[in-house]
């Protein structure tokens, strides 16, 4: 079974950044698609970014398209999302998760992943 902790998360004014980290507890994690969600009050999980297992794919949402960047260090089982120009729809839990059946492409859909993070908060305030 894969633990998954994140961390990173805070209380940022709009236009700054933020780096979310996530820690694996199994080496299984560097063969896996990862990918990160995140769930505001009163709406559903919804895709930000996914990861391949190299690192060579990844994926976003529309919303943070240009802003975000996602990568994974294998040797350190982590994966980052870099969040840039953040804004305060921005606000939300950010969750990580990894995808067990996925390798060289990656999962938009929450489904589709087999163990999440516990999340940290991001708030983006004006």
Known sequence: QVQLVESGGGLVQAGGS???????????????????????PGKEREFVAAISWSG??????????GRFIISRDNAKNT??????????????VYYCAVDLGKITSATMTPAGYDYWGQGTQVTVFS
């Open 18 to 40: 933020l780096r979310l980290s996530c820690a694996a507890s199994s080496r299984t994690f560097r063969t896996f698609a990862m990918g990160w969600f995140r769930q505001a």
């Open 56 to 65: 060579g794919n990844t994926y976003y949402a529309d919303s943070v398209k």
């Open 79 to 92: 994966v980052y999302l870099q969040m840039n120009k953040l804004k305060p729809e921005d606000t939300a």
